[in-house]
């Protein structure tokens, strides 16, 4: 089954302790993403890759990092958590043919 | 820059009502556009999508769009609402090509409530 996978789907954490939200696809897609999801907000892209070891900004990158060191696989890192990355945060695949893009379930992350 | 907008944010009907969410948009070529559906705690599925062809497009779940270039809009239609269908509607638009071609850039949502 075509699927973008997403761990953990909820994380409480408290500000400045690191941590990582892991995102899976299995379609080999060449493109990723990371959105964030707050009310009245709709999804604003964090940051995005084109392709293993291609990465750049999306329009909120302020507080993150990413990786991709394989094609399936890319990583969210916050490094210093604040209490405003509280949100909700989903990983996207697409292939450059229709930008048609796949959604994993989404990763709940409080920082208190 | 694309952008869009949802103005409804919030919208009710009855159940066996017709439907239509707007959105519209701004890019500056043909846009590929989509409606996505979120229900409370659930990840995002995708309805329907326009990228070329008719302007009329049809999606699952009894869902339709239409796409009107001279309107910038991209409205979503159902000609007959169930309860099942409450949840978060997004509207988004996404780059045909380039550098960003994967990137999509959603309004802010509608929130669809039901009445029995």
């Known amino acids: 089954e075509a699927q973008v996978t997403q761990n953990p789907r909820y994380l409480i954490t408290v500000t400045g302790k690191k941590l990582t939200v892991t995102c899976s696809q299995n379609m080999n897609h060449e493109y990723m993403s990371w959105y964030r999801q707050d009310p009245g907000l709709g999804l604003r892209q964090i940051y995005y890759s084109m392709n293993v070891e291609v990465t750049d900004k999306g329009d909120v990158p302020e507080g993150y990092k990413v990786s991709r060191k394989e094609k399936r696989n890319f990583p969210l890192i916050l490094e210093s958590p604040s209490p405003n990355q509280t949100s909700l945060y989903f990983c996207a695949s697409s292939s450059p043919l229709r930008s048609e893009a796949f959604f994993g379930q989404g990763t709940r992350l409080t920082v208190v | 820059a694309q952008s869009v907008t949802q103005p409804d944010i919030h919208i009710t009907v009855s159940e066996g009502a017709s439907l239509e969410l707007r959105c519209n948009y701004s890019y500056g070529a043909t846009p590929y556009l989509f409606w996505y559906v979120q229900s409370p705690g659930q990840g995002l599925q995708l309805l329907l999508k326009y990228f070329s062809g008719d302007t009329l497009v049809q999606g699952i779940k009894g869902f339709e769009a239409e796409f009107k270039r001279s309107q910038s809009s991209f409205n979503l239609r159902k000609p007959s609402v169930h309860w099942s269908d409450a949840a978060e509607y997004f509207c988004?638009?996404?780059?045909?090509?380039?550098?960003?071609?994967?990137?999509?850039?959603f309004g802010q949502g509608t929130i669809l409530t039901v009445h029995p």
């Open positions: 988004a638009v996404g780059e045909a090509g380039g550098t960003s071609y994967g990137k999509l850039t």
